[in-house]
Nanobody, 124 residues
Framework: QVQLVESGGGLVQAGGSLRLSCAASGLTFSRSGMGWFRQASGKEREFVAAINWSGSSTSYGESVKGRFTISRDNTKNTVYLGMISVKPEDTGVYYC?????????????????WGQGTQVTVSS
């Protein structure tokens, strides 16, 4: 059974920083592309960042480029999302997802496994 467990969310002031973590189990993590998506209240789920199996390739949504960094540690079966210069519009539930394949993907329908999400709230 695949499990993705996010942590690190919380309340942060605008301009601050936060690091989310996602611990994976039940899949061959080192052979899976990973991604982060977010969903604000009343809005559709939005692509945030993705990384391929080795960490050699990454992709970011336009609204977070230059502020967020996705990384992974295959020895710990964990993927991270570093967030700096956060804005109120970054508020939402952040979901970790795994494709189950080695490729990097940015489309939510290509992610086979999903975590329960962690809330990030940015105050102005």
């Amino acid at each position: 059974q695949v499990q993705l467990v996010e942590s690190g969310g919380g309340l942060v002031q605008a301009g601050g920083s936060l690091r989310l973590s996602c611990a994976a189990s039940g899949l061959t993590f080192s052979r899976s592309g990973m991604g982060w998506f977010r969903q604000a209240s009343g809005k559709e789920r939005e692509f945030v960042a993705a990384i391929n199996w080795s960490g050699s390739s990454t992709s970011y949504g336009e609204s977070v480029k230059g502020r967020f960094t996705i990384s992974r540690d295959n020895t710990k079966n964990t993927v991270y999302l570093g967030m700096i210069s956060v804005k109120p519009e970054d508020t939402g539930v952040y979901y970790c997802a795994a494709t189950g394949t080695v490729a990097l993907s940015t489309t939510s329908r290509l992610f086979k496994y999903w975590g329960q999400g962690t809330q990030v709230t940015v105050s102005s």
